[in-house]
């Protein structure tokens, strides 16, 4: 398996991302995307570490997931959907 380490790499492989793609990324939460975390019942959870990368889904009613602030998200977790 090859590894994708640099972003010429991933570039040689796809290309350049079209703008449909770009117009998207944002350094901040922006008040579109509020709505849409506020709405959704799903998000993902990922962490990187030393061993890695790690993604879990996470699912609740639509508001388990609060914007705390224009870049942190704070997530609750009712005890009907904690897995013991």
């Not at 579109?32 to 990187?48: C, E, K, V």
């Not at 570490?49 to 998200?73: K, Q, Y």
């Not at 704070?74 to 009907?80: D, G, I, P």
Request: glycine residues 8%; negative net charge; hydrophobic residues 35%.
């Amino acid at each position: 398996m090859t590894i994708v380490a640099t972003i010429e790499q991933l570039q040689a492989i796809y290309g350049e991302p079209n703008e449909a793609s770009t117009v998207k990324v944002a350094d901040r939460i922006t008040p579109q995307y509020r709505i849409l975390i506020d709405s959704s019942p799903f998000a993902a959870l990922a962490t990187s570490g030393p061993e890695g990368l790690d993604c879990s889904p996470r699912g609740d009613l639509p508001g388990f997931v609060r914007v705390h602030d224009e870049g942190a998200l704070t997530f609750y977790t009712s005890l009907k959907t904690q897995q013991f």
